[in-house]
């Protein structure tokens, strides 16, 4: 068997989105990823993926199961399409076409990080990419995450030890402060470390802008702690404040006001210094299913289609209407292991069709499930770093079907259908 | 109706690039061309008692890639105040696609609300080259256009360090490789130096003569450097340059020596509106449109658009970061930053011109004294800075002003008078822009600018991208709801209907470099960069 290696591949097991790797292949299967992290490891495994096409749990050919898709989806009356992780871009805009004809609902994982992007429609956002946070933070505060834990290459390659312009010395240029929330601890590797309770995050955090905007002082413990930490961000010259914007890996819920207080904490402190938000997002392309329902429909997730053109649910997206009994057929497409567990323990509720890398094992059980490869290693195209940097993707191994064929096959039957 | 042959029969024809200025005579297309002759039976068009002239093309506007797709994101109220279904296409087999509008509308909508404009190319005015990828896969979902996309440059890293460097040789070979690398068409300058600066922790430049890091590297040298390389390299379009202290009052001193500064080479200066501002700074605001017009005026190789200001909603999205923030610290309005990894900025904040606040007022009269004082059509061509001054539908508004004395000047009557008084548009400014002139600023000027030889004119051999007006004298309404649209030989406008939505073409150059920056540029990414060499280029790169 011959060995050959892929270089500069991008790894999706996390929003990092390192394209350093080098993927040794040996025949049909994946040997070494080298340059990734445990968890990158694991993504890429050893790439081998199930080749299934099947409806009613039968095997069939792609053409009957695509027949079958077409036919459930033709009859249904309250569509969902649902992009989950690990397909790329150019298979999400053939997922929004087939919600756009279908006047469904369109939701994807994004949803996951609903609190986020509403508070950043509130107020706006203070942002870099990974590459200028590198370039250029003097302060890094992890708010309630340590990155090693779910973003194991985050401080290494982008946040914490690198060079940069302004960090000649890597981590010895940067000062590293970890926030622990409760639970939710910060980087293990700081220099210094505030702890706060949950109930007082939010408090915390105004309290802190207040500080920053010249009004407030005050001597309880929360008041110092955070006075002392805002004097230091004041005192930066650029910081970056990084948090964790996937649900709590602890099952704490955050509170409602928490991303934006964040944000406007963030928004402050541009002024007396620069400060650019970090919101960490997990892999599999997640941040390019907002990145494309946004530019196709004008709304980053939850897009309803049924009145003949896009309008934005945020609160009635795919968990709150499958939870409701509305739906009636779900299209999945990507992978069902990135699909948040409310929403695929509803879809076994539903008629379901899937699309994607693994989806004939869907614990949900699809009406029909054609097996595609996964998106950075069986397929190329592009996803999004969780920075909205996009990278292109060099797959190692060929795979069954290529899920943006297979969608856009989708769709040019339910076209011919409704002609 | 067949893409093959198509007689558009008996219209008064408009085209000044052929000098054609309302003669009645017959366009005839064959194969996406415009061609010299077509047998009787060809299919005809009956265009009599219609203005024809060539497709829009639209020199500057903001319509794909990563920083308009953060301002879509930040207006989830204009999308859904503006629900933009479906248009009922002539193909069955087509798949025409809903969506929604606003100030940045989703990017199928964005292609028809272009074409149903008569507007048949766009240039994408400031794309990261890092998010050069994302602007393509926009360009891809955005129907019927033609579209390139501008470059940033001119506050990266690897320039910067060329500069101080004094290697010119190297950062025109750079330049040459990063717009191939980036799939653009043109080199975009905005704000050179200051949002490195912004980025570095200061605020911003002041002026031409500010360091940017070391005192080798100042706008001037950026400026100079950038405008060389683009003319030695035979670009189609010269550097196109968003100038220093945008926004500011007094800024037209600025902009005046950028001029001075370049003289002798060509170069274009974008949404000069925006950069004519006498006053001073933080006490005083007045026009000074006339003194930087003038200066335009006397120098051939200078060219600009106009960046005109229109009452109603907009949204200001620019990689002039520094200008955003302080739009947010004294607008208070919700405000998108986004410092892009070792090459630019974005600043997004939404924004309204009212027509009784006195600097919109100001800023309005402004634009259309550079309209009007501009004595050469061909260099001084029409923009809204699309969503900055204004959304790309206020166009037909816009050339009813140009082209209705009257009703200008009952506009003029209702805005906020503070400022205007006194201005040259206050005294009175007689011109009104004939058709032809509308013709030049809207298609055949940008098109020349640009470099487009087969666009923005009639003549034979060049794309057959036509708009059908009816000759309306209400000319907003005109110039709103063109009867036909045809696009590369295309009928996409039918009866003032979309009903075809061809794919456009991509608009980019591939200019020649030294191969030896690209070994350069290899240990600079493995040093600096925080993505791979390898993967840095948004489309293929010739070997
Ligand atoms: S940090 Fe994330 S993207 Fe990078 S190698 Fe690890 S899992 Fe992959
Ligand atoms: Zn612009």
């Keep these: 068997m011959t060995r050959r290696t892929v270089e500069h591949a991008t790894c999706l097991g996390c929003g990092c989105a390192c394209d350093d790797i080098a993927v040794v292949v040996d025949g049909d299967r994946i040997a070494e990823a080298r340059n990734s992290c445990p968890l990158g490891r694991a993504w890429f495994a050893d790439g081998s993926v199930p080749r299934e096409t099947r409806s009613s749990g039968k095997t069939v050919a792609p053409d009957v199961a695509l027949a079958d898709a077409a036919k459930l989806l033709g009859r249904a009356e309250r569509p969902l399409v649902y992009l989950a992780p690990d397909i790329s871009c150019e298979t999400q805009r053939a997922a929004v076409a087939v919600a756009d004809r279908l006047g469904a609902l369109l939701d994807s994982p994004t949803a996951e990080v609903a609190a986020g992007i509403l508070a950043s429609q509130r107020r706006g956002r203070a942002g870099a990419t990974l590459g200028e946070i590198r370039q250029r933070a003097d302060l890094v505060v992890f708010w309630g995450v340590d990155p090693a834990d779910r973003y194991p290459r985050y401080a290494s390659r982008y946040a914490v030890d690198p060079t940069g312009l302004q960090a000649p010395d890597g981590r010895h240029s940067r000062r590293v402060v970890a926030v622990d929330v409760g639970p939710s601890r910060g980087a293990a590797d700081a220099d210094e470390r505030v702890a706060i309770t949950p109930e007082d995050e939010v408090d915390a955090l105004a309290f802190m802008r207040a500080v920053v905007l010249g009004r407030v002082t005050g001597d309880g413990t929360v008041a110092r702690a955070a006075t002392g930490l805002a004097t230091q961000m004041m005192r930066a010259r650029y910081v970056a404040l990084v948090h964790d914007a996937e649900p709590s890996p602890h099952g704490l819920l955050h509170h409602p006001d928490r991303a934006e207080a964040l944000i406007a904490l963030a928004q402050a402190l541009n002024g007396p210094a620069r400060c650019a938000l970090s919101s960490l997002r997990a892999g599999g392309n997640r941040s390019g299913a907002d990145a494309v329902a946004t530019w196709q429909t004008g709304f980053p997730f939850a897009v309803d289609f049924a009145p003949g053109y896009p309008c934005y649910r945020p609160h009635a997206g795919a968990a709150v209407l499958l939870g409701r009994g509305e739906i009636d057929v779900a299209l999945l497409v990507g992978s069902p292991a990135g699909v948040p567990p409310a929403v695929a323990a509803a879809l076994g509720q539903v008629t379901t069709i899937a699309i994607g890398p693994r989806v004939s094992a869907a614990p949900f059980r699809p009406k029909v499930a054609i097996d595609t490869g996964v998106a950075g290693i069986h397929e190329g195209g592009i996803a999004f770093r969780m920075d909205d940097v996009p990278l292109p993707l060099r797959p190692a191994l060929s795979g069954p079907s290529v899920a943006a064929d297979v969608v856009r096959a989708l769709a040019a039957r339910l076209t011919k259908g409704q002609s | ?543």
């Design chain 2, 1 to 543: 109706m067949s893409k093959a042959r198509l007689r558009i029969a008996g219209g008064a024809v408009y085209d000044p690039a052929n000098g054609t200025e309302g003669a009645v005579r017959d366009v005839c297309i064959e194969d996406g061309r415009i061609v010299a002759e077509l047998p009787r039976e060809a299919p005809k068009l009956d265009a009599r008692g219609m203005v024809v002239m060539p497709g829009g093309v639209d020199i500057h506007s903001h319509i794909a890639g990563s920083s308009v797709n953060h301002g879509r994101r930040l207006l989830p109220e204009e999308h859904a105040a503006d629900p933009a279904p479906a248009p009922r296409l002539a193909d069955p087999d087509a798949t025409p696609r809903s969506g929604t509008g606003g100030t940045i509308p989703s990017s199928f909508t964005t292609g028809y609300r272009y074409a149903g404009l008569g507007y048949t190319t766009a240039m994408e005015a400031a794309v990261a080259p890092l998010a050069a990828r994302h602007a393509h896969c926009e360009l891809d979902d955005t129907p019927i256009i033609d579209a390139g996309l501008f470059a940033l440059l001119g506050n990266d890293d690897y320039l910067l360090r060329q500069i101080a460097a004094g290697e010119a040789a190297r950062a025109r070979d750079y330049a040459a490789w990063v717009l191939s690398a980036a799939g653009g068409y043109a080199i975009k300058i905005v704000n050179p130096g200051g949002v490195e600066r912004w980025k570095a922790g200061g605020r911003n430049v002041t002026g031409l003569d500010d360091a940017v890091g070391t005192d080798a590297v100042t706008p001037r040298r950026i400026l100079e450097t950038l405008a060389d390389a683009a003319n030695a390299l035979e670009l189609p379009h010269p550097v196109h340059i968003h100038c220093n202290n945008l926004g500011q009052a007094g800024n037209a001193a600025t902009t005046l020596e950028t001029m001075r500064a370049l003289a002798g080479r060509r170069a274009h200066f974008t949404h000069l509106q925006f950069h004519s501002y006498g006053g001073e700074r933080g006490k005083s605001w007045k026009s000074a449109a006339k003194e930087v017009i003038e200066h335009v005026n006397a120098h051939p190789e200078v060219s600009a658009d106009v960046g005109q200001v229109m009452f109603g909603p907009a949204t200001t999205l620019t990689a002039d970061a520094p200008v955003e923030y302080l739009l947010h610290a004294s607008s208070g309005k919700r405000w998108v930053n986004v410092d892009i990894e070792l090459e630019t900025g974005c600043g997004i904040v939404p924004y309204s011109y009212k027509e009784q606040a006195a600097v919109a007022a100001l800023q309005w009269a402004i634009g259309l004294e550079l309209f009007l004082l501009a004595q050469d059509p061909w260099r001084v061509v029409l923009s809204t800075d699309h969503p900055n001054g204004g959304s790309f539908l206020s166009y037909p508004e816009l050339i009813r002003l140009l082209m209705d004395r009257g009703y200008r000047d009952e506009r003029l009557k209702q805005v906020n008078q503070k400022l205007v008084a006194g201005s040259a548009l206050a005294d009175g400014l007689a011109r009104e822009y004939t058709l032809s002139e509308i013709a030049i600023v809207t298609r055949a000027g940008p098109a020349r600018l640009l470099g487009l030889s087969d666009k923005g004119h009639l003549g034979v051999g060049a794309d057959a991208d036509v708009t059908i007006y009816a000759n309306d004298p209400d000319r907003a309404k005109m110039f709103a709801t063109p009867r036909h649209v045809i696009k590369g030989g295309v009928v996409v406008v039918e009866e003032g209907q979309l009903r075809r939505a061809p794919t456009g073409r991509r608009l980019r150059v591939q200019p020649g470099y030294d191969r030896a920056v690209t070994r350069d540029l290899k240990r600079w990414f493995d040093g600096h960069a925080c993505v791979a060499f390898e993967n840095y280029p948004a489309v293929e790169l010739g070997a």
